[in-house]
T-cell receptor, first 115, second 117 residues
């Protein structure tokens, strides 16, 4: 089955710096890769996702890149702010038209942005 | 609009007891997922419903765990003979899974924190 590895487990950056979180997956059939942000005691919330037919997607300060050959994908946050502090999870699944399978999550990255 | 809701928010029980955890998905969402999240870990898949039927229950750890969704909306996760190792946050998620168009995001509920003493 699918296995998702996520690095680093913790990341501390200065406000305004960039943060990069990397994930690898094992199942080459996986074709949908969402990223979730989870604040302490709160529910996971989708921040960005990418499908296997594109290599990069951007949304303001957040971008995700996907390398299908190497089976890895990364989250990039630019101009970090203290409110970006949270645990970030990557995930992978096989998406077929009209049906999304269960998400396989990485172990998470705790991002701390210091003012 | 209303998001995914889960009740109770916290449940404390004794080892060996039976518990039920409820999930109310976003109205109209046909797909419903249960995950379990242990401290410091990512959510771990348990079971996925498409409508009333369980499309994939391969994540249920053993036969003490069971889930139902009789009318294709609300779902209940049932745990028999609870063990201390069952302590975790149980998350529910739903998605539209519209057959006429691309599937949308899985939206998560706030979770039920289960503590087995």
């Amino acid at each position: 089955g699918e296995n998702v590895e996520q690095h680093p487990s913790t990341l501390s950056v200065q406000e305004g710096d960039s943060a990069v979180i990397k994930c690898t997956y094992s199942d080459s059939a996986s074709n949908y890769f969402p990223w979730y942000k989870q604040e302490l005691g709160k529910r996971p919330q989708l921040i960005i996702d990418i499908r296997s037919n594109v290599g990069e997607k951007k949304d303001q300060r957040i971008a995700v890149t996907l390398n299908k050959t190497a089976k890895h994908f990364s989250l990039h946050i630019t101009e970090t702010q203290p409110e970006d502090s949270a645990v970030y999870f990557c995930a992978a699944t096989i998406y077929v038209w009209g049906s999304q399978g269960n998400l396989i999550f990485g172990k998470g990255t705790k991002l701390s942005v210091k003012p | 609009g209303a998001g995914v809701s889960q009740t109770p928010s916290n449940k404390v029980t004794e080892k060996g007891k039976y518990v039920e955890l409820r999930c109310d998905p976003i109205s109209g969402h046909t797909a419903l997922y249960w995950y379990r999240q242990s401290l410091g870990q990512g959510p771990e898949f348990l079971i996925y419903f498409q409508g009333t039927g369980a499309a994939d229950d391969s994540g249920l750890p053993n036969d003490r765990f069971f889930a139902v969704r009789p009318e294709g909306s609300v779902s209940t996760l049932k745990i028999q003979r609870t063990e201390r190792g069952d302590s975790a946050v149980y998350l529910c998620a739903s998605s539209p899974a519209a057959l006429a168009g691309p599937t949308d995001t899985q939206y998560f509920g706030p979770g039920t924190r289960l503590t087995v003493l």
